[in-house]
């Protein structure tokens, strides 16, 4: 799989978007590129993917560079809940080694009122 | 999706004894992960576990110190052996998923907080 690099660390006012970046020059064709976040004293639990069109959904949107070599994750309005580490990860989907995920180290996000 | 329950949540060992995780998962799946997650970093894998087969485990883990079965479908259990105060980390179980016909995903169980004295 191919590595990731994100900051360390952002800070973000409650209600305002949360624009999280995230560089992954060595990605494949096939892999697609996923967001997850962890909550303290929880599991990782599953935001979005892409693999080169712009995603949304309920939680979150992904922007994905047209050259993919890079990507945003945008919470749209922060709230104090959405304080946690996120990870960006790039795997293949769907094969049988998808849930072997490899994790950096992740971008600690603070949401403060 | 998949529902992952963790037992136990947590637990305080001496050193040199053993502690078996068990993972239980509400649906059957082929494949079971285990990671590990050491105070403030991120989650290392440890091995994967098939049904039927020997886990697989990552380089740096080895099956005498983290033992793993896999009984069947739904279930399967880690055990951190001869443990020693570097042993001491969160342990996590993670299974594939169908979120809907297009794409899986990973889903996680709450973890074993496991602290070594």
């Known amino acids: 799989d191919a590595k990731t690099t994100q900051p360390p660390s952002m800070d973000c006012a409650e209600g305002r978007a949360a624009n999280l970046p995230c560089n992954h020059s060595?990605?494949?064709?096939?892999?697609?590129v996923y967001w997850y976040r962890q909550i303290h004293s929880q599991g990782p639990q599953y935001i979005i993917h892409?693999?080169?069109n712009n995603e949304t959904n309920e939680m979150a949107s992904l922007i994905i560079t047209e050259d993919r070599k890079s990507s945003t994750l945008i919470l749209p309005h922060a709230t104090l809940r959405d304080t946690a580490v996120y990870y960006c990860i790039v795997s293949n989907a769907g094969g049988t080694s998808y849930g072997k995920l490899t994790f950096g180290q992740g971008t600690i996000l603070t949401v403060h009122p | 999706s998949a529902v992952i329950s963790q037992k136990p949540s947590r637990d305080i060992c001496q050193r040199g004894t053993s502690l078996t995780i068990q993972c239980q998962v509400d649906s059957q799946v082929t494949m079971m992960f285990w990671y590990r997650q050491q105070p403030g970093q991120s989650l290392t894998l440890i091995a994967t576990?098939?049904?039927?087969?020997?886990?697989?485990?990552e380089s740096g883990f080895v099956i005498d110190k983290f033992p793993i079965s896999r009984p069947n479908l739904t279930f399967s259990t880690l055990t951190v052996s001869n443990m020693s105060p570097e042993d001491s980390s969160i342990y996590l179980c993670?299974?594939?998923?169908?979120?809907?016909?297009?794409?899986?995903?990973?889903?996680f169980g709450q973890g074993t907080r496991l602290t070594v004295v």
């Open positions: 892409g693999l080169k």
């Open positions: 576990a098939n049904q039927g087969s020997e886990a697989t485990y």
């Open positions: 060595t990605i494949s064709g096939n892999e697609y």
């Open positions: 993670s299974v594939e998923g169908a979120r809907d016909e297009s794409y899986t995903e990973a889903f």
